[in-house]
Each structure stands twice: as structure tokens, then as C-alpha cells.
């Protein structure tokens, strides 16, 4: 059973910083990542670590301003966001991916509001 459990949201005004922690189970995963979901809008991709080919991705609103890493076991995913803005408030929900899979699992999710 995979597990992934989220922690670090909170309230931040524009231009602060938060970092963001999954906490997976003990599998052996693809790729880690992470999506956000702003208020009355539908998940969108942020960052993910794909190990299958040793890469990372963001989405073109948050490079340069977030970075994704992982632990060496591969089991923690974290998420650095600087320099916050009101439209990153969202509820930013920790991905992960099991190796010969195309199923995302997904955690609770963790709140990040950004005040102006």
C-alpha cells in the first residue's frame, strides 16, 4: 500500500518562503513530484523528479523560483518555493509513480496560501 503524506504548507506572505515534505512508503518509485490546485481550479503539474531518466521538471511558472529534491533513499520529495506569489495559493498535493506503472498516487495534500 502506498502511502504519501505532505507537510510544510502554511500562510506566507508574497515574496516569502516555504518548504514543502512527501514522506512515501517503502516502494520503489519512477518518479516523485509535485501538483497544485488553486481555488476553484482543476490540478496542475509543479515539479517532479523522474529517476528513470535522472531529470526534473517544473512548470514554466514556478522555474527559477521552486526546487524539487529528493533524500538519498529516494523515500522523502521535498519542495523549496521562494519568492511566493498570491496566484501560487493553492493545495499543493505530493505525486508518485511505482516502476512498470502509469498510475499517479496521490497524498491529502497540504494548504500554501501567499497574502499580498
Known amino acids: 500500500q502506498v502511502q504519501l503524506v505532505e507537510s510544510g504548507g502554511g500562510l506566507v506572505q508574497a515574496g516569502g518562503s516555504l518548504r514543502l515534505s512527501c514522506a512515501a512508503s517503502?516502494?520503489?518509485?519512477?518518479?516523485m513530484g509535485w501538483s497544485g490546485q488553486p481555488p476553484g481550479k482543476e490540478r496542475e503539474f509543479v515539479a517532479v523528479?523522474?529517476?528513470?531518466?535522472?531529470?526534473?521538471y517544473y512548470a514554466d511558472s514556478v522555474k527559477g523560483r521552486f526546487t524539487i529534491s529528493a533524500d538519498n533513499a529516494k523515500n522523502t520529495v521535498n519542495l523549496q518555493m521562494n519568492s511566493l506569489k498570491p496566484e501560487d495559493t493553492a493545495v499543493y498535493y505530493c505525486?508518485?509513480?511505482?516502476?512498470?506503472?502509469?498510475?499517479?498516487?496521490w497524498g491529502q495534500g497540504t494548504q500554501v496560501t501567499v497574502s499580498s
Open positions: 523528479i523522474n529517476w528513470s531518466v535522472d531529470r526534473t
Open positions: 505525486t508518485a509513480r511505482l516502476k512498470g506503472s502509469d498510475y499517479d498516487y
Open positions: 517503502g516502494r520503489t518509485f519512477s518518479s
